[in-house]
């Protein structure tokens, strides 16, 4: 082991990443501890130490929900533009070709139908490793769109979020999305159809300000960072120290704010429990 | 002098005004000694005034918006309006004083208006809390839209905010569900509903007064998914770049009007309507009594399909295969 430990320290690692790579072994950045990566991967992702839920893609879990064979995707050509021609130290055009290209996807979202022990859902759910899961036009229409075909085949819907919030490249475009999603989300209500919104790690700013904080029944995954602000802007404003585990799942449930928190391994047995429940 | 607070792009317009201020405190014998001189510098000054203003850049129409003369939803409502009561309170929690909003009458019709309110001296900004609502704020505002509704009340809102606060209790009593409420709350109230951008439009803390079915904005307003500076610190890495931010943003209102996020700019003096107000007051009292007008025309089915597919349709994207 001590060979691992040193090459970690070493610092060949990149900052902020939750899982880091390293071969065989992975670093969890939620308690330092170093583990055998086929280990956690057999626990889900899961970190067999404190039990930190890793950032997984979204055809992962989507495989980990999804009866086997029965997960059919929509939408999956829907592509972004560059509406703004957006520029910053780099062009949208270049970030988003480079997401797309490391992730395979159009946008940083999954969405599709498919049975939870044999349930019929309508699933959409986010690929952080996009773009951050930052939500532009096309996961706007993605989420108004699942939601739509929940609408019209009577069905629950089920969105997994983890995302840094609206997607800045797109302008105003994007904070539009908040309005769009919250709109058709209110229409499944009055359709009298389940909306179980799911928040795993980082759920923030204009997602959770939307749809993502209006489920019938809201769950997060252990310790998952869900907010509004984030906490450096938080910081900067008061000026103080923040509350220990602050805008953590377990925080959020202490202040009422979600249902429950869900462990990875038992998600898919709590969803198929609460959809016979209310249907 | 009405406006003592100069933006730093006006100092020519500042130096014709203050040599206008001094030539007419010369002392003189002759009444008119400077009669010609002073009304050709007021007509240089308003050229110059009317030039500067005329090829604004974001950045610049961001500090207009920001300009702490600006006339603030308090200012808009006590002037465009007859008579207005003020409501209070979320009935949950607190009063939030950086979220107003009231019954009052226009044109002799009874209405419901909500807007950001800022504070302008030193004192007032914190009772307002610079204008950025806690969950309380929005908590009163869906409650006032749902009275609007029992009683079948137009709702007209204000929007002028750097954004909804960001702060531990803001958090601790959900931020994030009070504006996400007030938004789907908003699609499916069952009156007509007018929002205008009055100042400056902050992010969700401002859409969530926002899900209209006619939404205004005036000429040097902006309206953001993000404040350039905030948008500079994590694109740029360096918060002192908020100028190339705002351009590369698309904040102001002609943007916006291309991009069919809002469907009138409602026009301001020259200068700004912290320089004559009542200019701006009577223009958007003007588009909100035709506004109005319009929308009464429409059955409640009309009214809630047309504001569906209004955001429905917002966005830009290809359809591959
Ligand atoms: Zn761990």
């Known amino acids: 082991m001590e060979w691992i430990k040193k090459n970690l320290l070493a610092g060949n690692i990149q900052k902020n990443a939750k899982k880091f790579p390293l071969g065989l072994w992975i670093k969890c950045e939620s308690c330092n501890g170093i583990i055998y990566k086929k280990e956690a991967e057999k626990k889900l992702d899961v970190c067999p130490k404190c039990q930190y839920h890793f950032r997984i893609s979204a055809h992962t879990r989507i495989n980990i929900l999804i009866d086997p064979g029965t997960f059919q995707e929509h939408d999956a050509g829907v592509e972004p533009l560059d509406p703004i021609e957006f520029k910053d130290l780099k062009k949208y055009r270049d970030r988003m070709k480079a997401s797309q290209k490391s992730t395979g996807l159009k946008d940083g979202i999954v969405s599709g139908d498919g049975l939870i022990n044999g349930k019929r859902v309508m699933i959409a759910v986010f690929e952080f490793s996009f773009m951050g899961g930052s939500m532009g036009s096309v996961i ?48 499944l209500k009055e359709a009298g159809l389940p909306y179980i919104s799911v928040l795993t790690d980082p759920t923030m700013g204009g997602v959770t300000a939307s749809f993502a904080m209006l489920g019938d029944i809201i769950m997060a995954e252990p310790k998952a960072l869900i907010g509004f602000a984030g906490q450096r802007v938080i910081k900067e404003t008061i000026r103080e120290k923040l509350p220990e585990g602050f805008q953590r799942a377990e925080y959020l449930l202490d202040h009422g704010m979600i249902d429950m928190i869900v462990e990875r391994k038992s998600m898919k047995e709590t969803l198929s429990k609460l959809i016979t429940m209310l249907t | ?52 203003y005329s090829k604004l850049t974001p950045w610049q129409v961001t500090k207009v918006a920001r300009h702490p003369a600006r006339p603030y939803t308090l200012d808009y409502v006590r002037h465009i309006f007859d008579d207005f009561v003020e409501l209070h309170g979320d009935r949950c929690f607190k009063d939030d004083k950086a979220l107003v909003g009231g019954l009052a009458t226009i044109n002799g019709e ?50 002028d905010t750097p954004g909804a606060y960001p ?24 009156v007509p509903l007018i929002a205008t951008v009055i100042g400056e439009g902050g992010s969700g803390g401002a859409l969530a007064i ?112």
């Not at chain 1, 995302?163 to 989300?185: D, P």
């Not at chain 2, 899900?211 to 994590?234: H, K, N, W």
């Not at chain 2, 009292?285 to 429905?312: H, I, P, Q």
């Open chain 2, 1 to 52: 002098m009405i406006n003592r607070h100069w933006l730093d792009f006006e100092k020519p317009v500042v130096d014709l005004e203050k040599k206008i201020e001094e030539l007419k405190a010369y002392p003189t014998d002759e009444p008119d000694a400077h009669k010609s001189e002073l009304v050709k510098l007021e007509k240089k000054a308003n050229t110059v005034l009317k030039d500067l």
């Open chain 2, 210 to 321: 926002g899900v209209a079915d006619r939404v205004l904005m005036m000429q040097f307003s902006t309206y953001s998914v993000i404040s350039p500076e905030g948008c500079a610190a994590i694109l740029w890495k360096d918060g002192t770049k908020a100028d190339m931010a705002a351009k590369a943003l698309r904040i102001n209102a002609e943007e916006l009007k291309r991009m069919g996020v809002i469907d009138k700019i409602v026009k301001e003096p020259v200068g700004g309507a912290h320089r004559a107000p009542q200019v701006a007051f009577k223009n958007l009292k003007a588009e909100l009594v035709a506004t109005l007008k319009k929308l009464k025309t429409l059955s409640t089915e009309e009214l809630l399909d047309a504001r569906y597919e209004k955001f429905r349709n917002i966005g830009a994207f290809v359809e591959g295969k």
């Open chain 2, 110 to 159: 009874s209405v419901v208006v909500i807007g950001q309110q800022k504070g302008r001296k030193a004192k007032e900004m914190g009772y307002r809390n610079w204008g950025m609502p806690n969950p309380e704020g929005y908590r009163k505002a869906v409650r006032l839209m749902e009275l609007a509704e029992r009683f079948g009340k137009p709702v007209l809102t204000f929007i």
């Open chain 1, 140 to 187: 706007g229409e993605k989420i108004t769109r699942i939601v739509e075909a929940a609408l019209n085949h009577r069905c629950p819907v089920i969105i997994f979020s983890s995302s840094g919030g609206a997607r800045m490249q797109e302008g105003i475009l994007s904070l539009m999305q908040m309005a769009k999603t919250s709109s058709v989300i209110a229409r």
């Open chain 2, 167 to 190: 702060g531990v209790g803001a958090e601790e009593r959900g931020q994030s569900e009070a504006i996400a409420a007030s938004l789907m709350r908003m699609s499916t109230l069952k």
